[in-house]
């Protein structure tokens, strides 16, 4: 009962809400192990919070313990490696055995120090200015941007990604005259609730130059809708997010309005193609594969053959107006002899 009531005081001090590389490398059991033998030489007794309170110190709330361990997605197999090549043979070497606390301290700042030196060789993730909680900008990575330039936090025991730069690329948007369109300022990470949000435009410029953009709206409204577009509304927007008077993120749209007679007539255009296609298709060559897809005849082909059906046409007219006028010229004699001779 003793023991059992002593492991979880163990437990509860490990999950404690500050974390660092030990207690994100270590497993729990390896930690009571090594603790077991932690011998107090002042009060000469056995008293293992003081070998946590000790890891504590030397691991969880050391600064370049956890600054070591800022490496690079997939860089934190090789922090465990480190720290296990550290930590595991002491587990062995102490457990069941009584060791004075001064002999704890030497070894473990000597595991802290050489785990600095390792880790700290490790390519390293992108360098954050961290402004809010949960929330990572501005940035110089060389890899870029994105979950390349991870970085690993012993703090949390996970990733931290700095999702966007202060500056995102523009985005393509485009509309045709009379439309509607919307553009929505929507970030991946989580945002505080005192945001404050300011759109801005450009017209008719593709551009991320600050200088020529002027506003159109302030406050927490993350949607810009135009009901209408028209040729005047073409150009850059931009998007800016803003908490405590401190810039989180710019995002940038570029609008192209097309009119709406080019639109009709690119529709127009596209029947027409359609038309063509279902009609004037060409069988494929007899080496060409079943398969391959249906050619279209060539314009001067098409002329060619239409002036043919006209000439056809004016043919066939002709050929029936003048078989016609025989019959007609017949009748009309016809009727002049009937008059000559009275009737």
Same mark, same amino acid.
């Given at each position: ?15 404690? #809400?500050?974390? #660092?590389?030990?207690?994100?490398f ?11 033998? $932690? ?32 490496? %690079?997605?997939g ?20 457990h069941? =055995?009584?060791?004075?606390?001064? /002999? ?16 700290? =060789? ?17 940035? &110089? $990575?060389?890899? %870029? ?19 966007f ?14 439309s ?10 989580? *945002?505080?609730?005192?945001?404050? /949000? ?19 709206? /302030?406050?927490?409204d993350?949607?810009?809708?135009i009901?209408? &577009? ?10 800016e ?7 989180? /993120? ?15 007539? &690119? ?11 279902? %009609? ?19 314009p001067?082909?098409l002329?060619?053959? *239409?002036?043919?059906l ?7 007219? %002709? ?9 007609q010229?017949? $009748?009309?004699? $016809? ?9």
């Amino acid at each position: 009962m003793r023991t059992s009531a002593l492991c979880i005081v163990c437990v509860s001090m490990l999950f404690r #809400s500050s974390l #660092s590389c030990f207690q994100c490398f270590v497993d729990v059991p390896d930690s009571l192990r090594l603790c077991w033998g $932690h011998f107090l030489t002042e009060h000469n007794i056995r008293n293992v919070d003081a070998c946590f309170r000790k890891l504590d110190r030397i691991f969880n709330n050391h600064e370049r313990v956890i600054d070591a361990g800022r490496v %690079g997605r997939g860089y934190d197999k090789r922090l465990k490696e480190i720290l296990d090549a550290e930590i595991l043979p002491m587990v062995e070497e102490f457990h069941k =055995k009584l060791n004075k606390d001064t /002999v704890y301290e030497e070894r473990l700042q000597t595991a802290a120090d050489n785990f600095i030196a390792a880790a700290s =060789k490790l390519p390293r993730g992108e360098t954050c200015l961290w402004m809010l909680p949960s929330l990572c900008v501005s940035f &110089t $990575h060389p890899t %870029g941007f994105q979950s390349a330039g991870a970085v690993y936090n012993c703090i949390t025991c996970q990733y931290d990604s700095c999702e966007f730069p202060l500056d995102c690329p523009v985005k393509e948007m485009k509309a045709t005259e009379n439309s509607r369109i919307q553009m929505r300022c929507e970030v991946p990470f989580h *945002l505080p609730d005192d945001i404050e /949000v300011i759109w801005r435009v450009a017209e008719e410029v593709k551009t991320q130059q600050v200088d020529q953009f002027k506003e159109v709206t /302030v406050g927490v409204d993350r949607l810009y809708s135009i009901p209408s &577009t028209s040729l005047q509304h073409q150009g850059t927007y931009q998007c800016e997010i803003y908490s405590d008077q401190r810039s989180i /993120v710019r995002l940038y749209y570029y609008l192209t309005v097309t009119p709406q007679v080019v639109a009709g007539h &690119t529709e127009l255009q596209e029947v027409f193609d359609l038309s063509l296609l279902s %009609g004037w298709l060409l069988l494929p060559s007899p080496g060409g594969s079943p398969c391959s897809p249906l050619l279209l005849p060539s314009p001067l082909l098409l002329t060619a053959c *239409l002036t043919a059906l006209l000439l056809l046409l004016f043919l066939s007219l %002709g050929a029936l107006y003048w078989s016609s006028e025989p019959e007609q010229t017949h $009748h009309a004699e $016809h009727a002049g002899g009937d008059e000559d001779l009275g009737f």
